[in-house]
């Protein structure tokens, strides 16, 4: 194993073959945001924030993340016949072939950014499948992840009903309470993984519009409940 003496988020590749590693060894030496090392050791520390693979060895991965890593996102590359299996199988994004490395750190760049985030002062972390702050971790489930994804995306800022339903990619009127109900889900959690948030923090109500996600502002906007 070799990991860049740099900052960053750690981004693991299992599995690479020797030509595709040393081409990605030459284009992350050239950029700052991004720290690699390459092995299928699913112990290392500290663990990695991305795991990245050839689609092909799908079955190798699932079996030993699955204790090791099991909230870090999953990044395959391979044959487009392999895509809906990878995504099966919770992969977070898959690069279907023929693909270069500027997309790839596109792609890690997509991945990490919504993981870490700040409620109240306190640090979270969010994955598909799940939520950790200092006080508890937290089961989300798939429409969970998808609606605090967009709220961290645009922190203290309204986000409409409509919005909401377009990333849940539901065909059902925004008259539905579904999103209302994924809203009082994720509330409860990030209470309990926050330890008791605030009044003037979390997701807030904005009448008539939609919500918004308050990262801990000594105010309560204009229009929030």
Known sequence: MTTEP???????F??????????????????DDVHVRFSADFHQHPPPD????????L???????GQSYPHVPRIAYGSGALLKACFGAGCSDFLRDPWDIDELHIRLSR?????RFRVAGQALEMAPGYLSGPQANCGISHGEYLILRLLVGHCDEIISREVFFYALRRDVSVDSR??????????????????CLPNEAGIQ??????????SGNTFIPTGCE
């Open 14 to 31: 299992l599995f690479t073959d020797p030509e595709l590693e040393s081409r990605l060894r030459w284009y992350f030496k050239r950029v």
């Open 205 to 214: 109500s904005v009448r008539g519009v939609g919500y918004r996600l308050i």
């Open 178 to 195: 579904l999103v209302d109900v994924y809203i009082s889900r994720l509330r409860k959690k990030l209470d309990r993984a926050v330890g």
């Open 50 to 57: 991305v795991l990245v693979f050839p689609a092909e060895e």
């Open 6 to 12: 740099r900052s960053g988020p750690i981004v693991q």
């Open 111 to 115: 991945s990490v950014s919504f993981r």
């Open 59 to 65: 079955t190798r991965v699932v079996e030993r993340d």
